[in-house]
């Protein structure tokens, strides 16, 4: 069992398949769309991000519409992860997992080059000592990695750089739980269309590595210091697709760049709601990462 992706959640709210049939049209065929819509699933996918995709989680919600009875749901998985890694690790291991589990959740989507072992216990842990605890929780499908690239070429997977990754918690919901802790004046924020602030750029790199992983893309970035950075890279079955998603309404210049000096053909750029085709560039609302 996985936690539900974005669409498998629209279903559970009750939205049926020409709902997300309409959205799968909207970027195959570069279609428009309506603000109204726009407006909707930007505020349905803010629901999915506090909420995630655990079916105990959704459940909670649709059940009692409440994010009181969701958190309370999420504290009780958190704390079955950390019984599991006492249950199914060995004795010596179990605190360099529980402190790589922490450090994956405080550094994803910190816009750093890659994850740092070094900050996991800071100026005392070295990566020949966390790197088997982080291999731990990919293989236990409690993290997933987006791998840093030495070139941008087919297939991907070729041109990955040896332990440079980015990592994320398996479920957005859990992510945001854990990093938002108690704050009632974020989620009423979040629900009331009013949040602002740099947090709001780490949750959109973290949600668009779940709505991409979980429609089964390899994640990727590209990330030359001071040069140029994408966010996401991924390989569909027609083309490499360069992504970089803002929290705002930024201009994406590596994104520019890096099509200006290579032969792709195209990249997309996720805002929160903005719709639009230039210069190569397609700008979606972030929902639509969901259904590329």
Do not use: C
């Amino acid at each position: 069992m996985y936690p539900l992706g974005f669409e498998e959640y629209l279903w559970a709210r009750g939205y049926d398949d020409s709902a997300t049939e309409l959205l799968k049209q909207v970027f195959s065929l570069s279609l428009p769309l309506d603000s109204g819509i726009i407006a909707l699933y930007t505020q349905l996918l803010h629901e999915f991000m506090m909420i995630g995709g655990l079916p105990a989680a959704v459940n909670a919600f649709i059940g009692e519409n409440s994010l009181d009875a969701v958190r309370s749901v999420q504290n009780d998985i958190l704390r079955l992860n950390i019984q599991d890694i006492e249950k199914y690790s060995r004795k010596l291991d179990r605190e360099r997992i529980r402190l790589a589990l922490d450090g994956v959740v405080r550094q994803a989507g910190d816009g750093k080059k890659s994850f740092s072992y070094a900050q996991i216990e800071k100026g005392r842990s070295r990566a020949m000592d966390f790197m088997p605890a982080v291999e731990w929780l990919k293989k236990a499908h409690l993290v997933y990695s987006s791998s840093s690239l030495t070139n941008i070429d087919v297939p991907l997977s070729m041109y990955t750089e040896e332990k440079t990754e980015r990592f994320y918690l398996y479920d957005i919901g859990m992510f945001f739980n854990w990093v938002s802790g108690d704050s009632i004046l974020l989620r009423n924020a979040i629900w009331e269309n009013k949040w602002k602030g740099a947090a709001k750029g780490r949750f959109y790199e973290a949600l668009a590595a779940d709505l991409l992983h979980k429609n089964n893309h390899a994640l990727y970035y590209y990330d030359i210091p001071q040069k140029l950075e994408i966010d996401f890279i991924i390989e569909t079955d027609k083309a490499i697709l360069p992504i970089e998603v803002k929290s705002g309404n930024n201009k994406a210049l590596s994104l520019s760049k890096l099509l200006s000096n290579s032969g792709i053909p195209k990249g997309i750029k996720f805002t929160e709601s903005s719709f639009g085709v230039s210069d190569r560039i397609m700008t979606l609302p972030l929902f639509m990462a969901a259904f590329l």
